[in-house]
């Protein structure tokens, strides 16, 4: 069994910033892409940002230049600092990894998900 816990959210004025945390737990060999999608009230959910194993990051051009995702192998943890917020940006933020885990198993996994507002 693999779970993800998420940190991080709450209420930031624009233009502030956030980072969210999102760690894996339980039997895992290694993990492939970690990701991080929101979806807003009413709106389909969006992927923000994803990062590979070998270290490459991808991004909508609605996030690029203002978040960045970063991931921490030896924790299972993977990142995103968001920076000049906008209210835009309010949404129910979820990571997502795909693990490895004993007998060669490949697992999609989902966290609960964090809720970021941005508002005045």
């Known amino acids: 069994q693999v779970q993800l816990a998420e940190s991080g959210g709450g209420l930031v004025q624009p233009g502030g910033s956030l980072r969210l945390s999102c760690a894996a737990s339980?039997?895992?060999?290694?993990?492939?892409?970690m990701r991080w999608y929101r979806q807003a009230p009413g709106k389909q959910r969006e992927l923000v940002a994803t990062?590979?194993?070998?270290?490459?990051?991808f991004y909508p051009d609605s996030v690029k230049g203002r978040f960045t995702i970063s991931r921490d192998n030896a924790k299972n943890t993977v990142y995103l600092q968001m920076n000049s917020l906008k209210p835009e940006d309010t949404a129910v933020y979820s990571c997502?990894?795909?693990?490895?885990?004993?007998?060669?198993?490949?697992?999609?996994?989902w966290g609960q998900g964090t809720l970021v507002t941005v508002s005045s």
């Open positions: 997502n990894v795909n693990v490895v885990v004993p007998a060669n198993r490949r697992l999609e996994v």
């Open positions: 990062a590979t194993s070998g270290g490459s990051t």
């Open positions: 339980g039997s895992i060999s290694s993990i492939d892409f």
